[in-house]
């Protein structure tokens, strides 16, 4: 079953949802070295290799893998080509490219542990969201460039940095041990910013390539450099783009003005209709099925995670926007939202053009959460814009993606673990969080290979994810490797 922290419920898609390389002489562990003993000797090497990690992170953050734009294919062939080589350069076995209807999973694995020991599914993404606006970027995106302990770049926290840990952890236990405590199959996508479109179709016909114990989803952070936490739920992701359509083409403004709709004034009013006074979502239904939270798993969620104080100056701002009656942990982590990602029409550049614009187009994503069902939403939606749109102009509204929010069980041995390498690497125990963010690929595990997910990373809340001047915080980092390391270590113990 699936468990909150004092309420069992069922999502309804689910059953159980939940640098360089061993090239030289091996340095033996002895057998008689105990498993922690192995971890801590390994960990012992990761702290002598930062530099040389870092150096490495830079050329993998280099490339501008953006998913979203043809004109970065290339790019996102040399992004899968470079993880490929460090795979082959560990020497895990049947390394590939794997092809998609889109970009490529990259694939390998490592299957010479012990008898008994746990297959891992080591999931991420080696694709980087766009970087507009690109004006407001203090370094060039694709330039790594260290300001006090971050490393600024595109995709440096989303999520290069996060599985350059996993590899490097990896190559730790190798280049300490000759081999890895437990096995391996990597798995990383190239479509994970596009709402991973083709991963479904991917996962359904390579279960053989991805069976596995359980899967270690590295696409996920922690509270604070000082507040380890583990994510134990992911919202949901509905992605939209609406056109409305006025006249057949772009009128003068002088000429027409007054007496022909104007689809931008149009628009605008439409998106201000999507939410009430009180921050919530206007569309018909949309809260009906939202599941109902225990105030135990409010008040563990608001005891631990950001204070609202917190989450104003990590975002910027001076002033906390959201739905009445919720804190912004509680609007981030148990509530969906309705956001406007971007708008476009008329005229945008530089001076003036007196333009009535024939188009307005805005893209929509709502965050959803047990148990909000995605055909409900797209109806709704369309339901909203054909009843409040006025006959003077046409609306077109296109899904883009969807993907299911997620909750893990969280009393199982591979989260034990987790929870443990957490605490010896960080200094202090973890604390179970929900995130606001969408993983897709968990739940599609779960329904594909009955595959449980433990969500272990290592990015922080004020990273700028998706966000100009993205950055990683490299004593984080550092740590993550150490936790990634310890956390394969304890994997092997029984008494786990």
């Not at 003068?252 to 009430?276: K, M, T, W």
């Not at 041995?413 to 963010?437: C, D, I, M, T, V």
Request: charged share 25%; hydrophobic share 35%.
């Amino acid at each position: 079953m699936i468990r909150s922290p004092s309420t069992t419920f069922r999502p309804p898609f689910v059953k159980l949802l939940n640098g360089g390389f061993h090239t030289g002489r091996q340095e033996p562990v002895s057998e008689m070295s105990s498993n922690e003993a192995k971890s801590e000797a390994v960990v012992a090497y990761v702290r002598l290799n930062h530099d040389r990690y870092l150096s490495e992170l830079k050329e993998y953050v280099s490339i501008p893998s953006i998913s979203t734009l043809p004109e970065n294919k290339k790019d996102m062939e040399r992004a899968a080509q470079w993880l490929k080589a460090q795979l082959e350069k560990m020497q895990f076995a049947n390394t590939a490219i794997l092809p998609t209807e889109g970009h490529p999973v990259v694939y390998g694995e490592w299957l010479k542990a012990p008898p008994g020991s746990p297959i891992v599914l080591v999931y991420g993404h080696y694709d980087v969201q766009p970087v507009d606006p690109l004006n407001e970027w203090l370094s060039p995106p694709f330039t790594p460039t260290m300001r006090g302990d971050r490393l600024f770049a595109r995709g440096a926290a989303d999520m290069k940095g996060q599985g350059h840990a996993v590899l490097k952890s990896l190559e730790a236990w190798m280049t300490k041990t000759g081999g890895l405590p437990v096995n391996v199959r990597f798995f990383f996508e190239g479509e994970e910013e596009l709402g991973s479109p083709h991963l479904e179709a991917f996962i359904a016909k390579n279960k053989e390539k991805l069976t596995s114990t359980f899967c270690l989803n590295c696409d996920g952070g922690i509270a604070a450099p000082d507040k380890p936490s583990m994510v134990y739920g992911l919202r949901g992701l509905e992605y939209f783009e609406v056109w409305v359509r006025g006249a057949e083409s772009d009128l003068h403004s002088g000429r027409y003005g007054g007496a022909v709709a104007n689809p931008a004034v149009v628009l605008a009013g439409l998106i201000d209709g999507l939410h009430d006074d009180d921050g919530r979502v206007t569309l018909r239904g949309f809260y009906d099925k939202v599941r109902t939270v225990s105030q135990e798993e409010r008040d563990e969620l608001n005891g631990h995670g950001f204070t609202d104080d917190e989450w104003r100056k990590s975002a910027g701002v001076k002033t906390l926007y959201g739905e009445k009656g919720f804190t912004s942990s509680e609007r981030v982590g148990i509530r969906p939202t309705l956001e406007v990602n971007g708008m476009l029409s008329g005229f945008t550049g530089v001076g003036q053009k007196t333009v009535l614009p024939a188009t307005a187009m805005v893209k929509i994503s709502m965050r959803t959460v047990p148990y909000q069902e995605s055909a409900q939403i797209d109806a709704s939606l369309r339901d909203y814009f054909r009843q409040y749109a006025p006959p003077t102009v046409t609306v077109d509204i296109k899904r883009i993606s969807t993907g299911p929010y997620a909750i893990v069980e969280r009393n199982t041995p591979q989260l034990r673990a987790a929870s443990k390498a957490l605490e010896q690497s960080y200094g202090a125990k973890p604390f179970f969080e929900l995130e606001g963010g969408s993983i897709p690929v968990v739940g599609l595990l779960k329904n594909h290979l009955g595959v449980n997910t433990v969500v272990l990373g290592c990015g922080l809340a004020d990273d700028k994810l998706h966000a100009p001047n993205e950055g990683l915080h490299l004593p984080t980092y550092y740590k993550g490797i150490e936790a990634y390391a310890r956390f394969f270590g304890l994997l092997s113990s029984p008494t786990t």
